[in-house]
């Protein structure tokens, strides 16, 4: 299961998608975040699934790898349906059981919110794919960079949130390797209730954490050894520039969200 966590990490590429501007990426991703939240009925959520699925044949991403990357939030889109379905009013009843009542406005809001979540990690998915933690970094320092008037540290912020991306897939690895260490040992880490497997984590999460904790050390004495100095004056080896694709691609969302509103005001 470990295995199949996409986000975080890049797939290499000379896609369009790929060649794009990052800070285009970053803020076209939030864009379609954005429209996605704004759907409130399922053709509208087909033509989200159909926009992202020309994307991801556009950035040469097999498509089936990033639905690989849903396979460990199946127990959480469970929940978010479960919840939804239970705590939702509505007022037409489908079904009556005692103290359980499911109602259609129920029903739809627990399929609505569980495929926004799919959305957004898919969405951030391909974000992580086609860029890369150098690029995502330069990306947030320039568009938090008008902040830093006010005293906000951009670049250390920017420089944390890419570290963490950047540490996703080899934290992955690590757990990958400690927890066939731990099943070559005896571990079981499959059966028993919800209670059990949780307390079966403890012998992969101690070492996890202490690798993680000696990993950070180790990065943080190389970067003062090499008298990193992030923030003014800071060159990088290849400047940001927005090009043709850049433009392309928002001309692509904005007629995404003018179809988005043209079929919410048809069918709303």
Known sequence: MLGDITLGQY???NSP???????????L???YI???FLISNLP?????????????????????????????????LLFTFILNVLFSQGT???LSIAFFRLTREGLENAVYFSLRLVFLVMGTSVLTLTTSPVQLTDALEHLMHPLACFGFPAHELAMMMTIALRFIPTLLEEADKIQKAQMARGADFESG?????????????VPL?????????????AMEARCYRGGEHRTRLRELRYTRLDLYALLCMVAFFVLIIAEGMLLG
């Open 11 to 13: 797939y290499p590429g």
């Open 17 to 27: 998608v790929h060649r794009m501007d990052p800070r285009s990426k970053l803020l």
């Open 29 to 31: 991703t939030i864009a």
């Open 34 to 36: 954005v429209g996605v």
């Open 44 to 76: 509208g959520y087909l033509l989200a699934l159909g926009f992202l699925w020309i994307v991801v044949r556009v950035s040469g991403i097999r498509f089936s790898y990033l639905l690989r990357g849903l396979k460990p939030l199946r127990f959480i």
């Open 92 to 94: 037409t009843t489908l």
């Open 193 to 205: 209730n919800l209670l059990a497997r949780a307390r079966a984590m403890i012998p992969l999460l």
């Open 209 to 221: 954490f202490v690798s993680s904790f000696r990993r950070a050390n180790d990065l943080a004495m």
